[in-house]
């Protein structure tokens, strides 16, 4: 018998004479001839569990976990309280990733009212969702909320800073459609106001900015919105969110809508994923939200009760008067994010960005003052900064991992058109002094 089909050959013939069937090939009669594969998968024979287990085990010990990570750009390497796993582990919780049927349960539609409410208070925006499928989506959906509040227009606006992976998915999302993408240039890494008015006209609905940006710069957005809204269109923030526990926030810089993503909040690196998107915006734009909004409100005795006061999603109602067909509520990974925040607190979280900040400053400083390494554009930055090296990247970070040290993300392994000698270097509170000393001295002897 195949390990992983339970039928009998008895069962396959009741299932046939059921059918009215002689053979198995017979239920794909429907299909041309000229598509049907006439031969094989070259596939290994099946294995039992325990030969699967030790086949993965083996694969598995090949990641490389105990270097000491300077990587960024979009995923960082911070401490989690243990307190996360335990309670997301909880059988309570720990379901499937987007429970369909949160009605059901006060406590996960609490939880993802608790979500909504430090995301809104992080962005100083009126309204949040139960989360998205991750920050890269969210552009996708932010775009689509503005193109829906203004039907005439078809132009998304994004700045040059932002992370190649969501133009990435801008493109993909919008191919094959009217809407017209287009970049603006952004100088010396970083936003220009006078770019943006270049590129504005009628047909606008949106711009989206990213800060810090990609080189892990904070960006200045004095003007943006009143250049923005003077001319109708919808003004849109990516942030990671940590950041906005010391920084102005998309709310403080006259945003429509913020978005981002919370791996920074208690969620592992986890290889790549998964993570969690979050968007927030202004009331008025409330019913063009994508996925599942929780509410609060009272039972029948007077008592708190959360329900889904807004589902425009596929799952709950018809295909094509959904505000998305893309997005997917990371329920686990929200609640992750939900528990790391509650347990830090307003106080535990501006420390801990202090800390990124200290830290990544400090490293920053030791790294230039080596000979032959500068800093990219020399603006501030959070706790991610762009080194301009004597030798390509990828290379110094390749020697660099034969000591250990994930040296941090090559630019130009993220967009074509970079410079081969950009390195974009996150630094969290996670990382110790004698780490980055020991960062410093291989870097040094790297490019010597």
Known sequence: MHPFLPHTDRDIQEMLDFCGLQKPEELFADIPEDVLLKKNLPLADGLSEFEAFRLLEKTAAKNRIESVCFLGCGSYDHIIPRTVNRIT????????YTPYQAEMSQGFLQAMFEFQTMICELTSLEVSNASLYDGHTASCEAAVMALQACRDRNKVLYAETLHPFTKQVLRTHFYGTDVVLKEVQAPSGCF????LEEELDDDTACFIGQSPNIFGFLEDYTGCAEALHARGAFFIISSNPLSLAVTRSQGEWGADIGIGDTQVFGLPRFFGGPSC????ATEKLTRKMPGRIVGQSVDTKGRRAFILTLQAREQHIKRHRATSNICSNQALAALASTVYLSLLGPEGLKETALQNMAAARYLYDRLTALPGITGYAGNPFFNEFTLQLPKPAEQVAAEILKRGILAGVPYKTLDSRGSENLLVVAVTEKRTRDEL???????????A
Do not use: D, H, K, R
Request: glycine letters at 4%; hydrophobic letters at 50%; proline letters at 4%.
């Open 89 to 96: 582990s909880l059988p309570q919780f720990y379901t499937a």
């Open 277 to 280: 998107g979050y968007i927030a």
């Open 192 to 195: 220009s106001l006078a770019a």
């Open 437 to 447: 000393e020991a960062y410093a001295e291989a870097l040094q002897e790297v490019t």
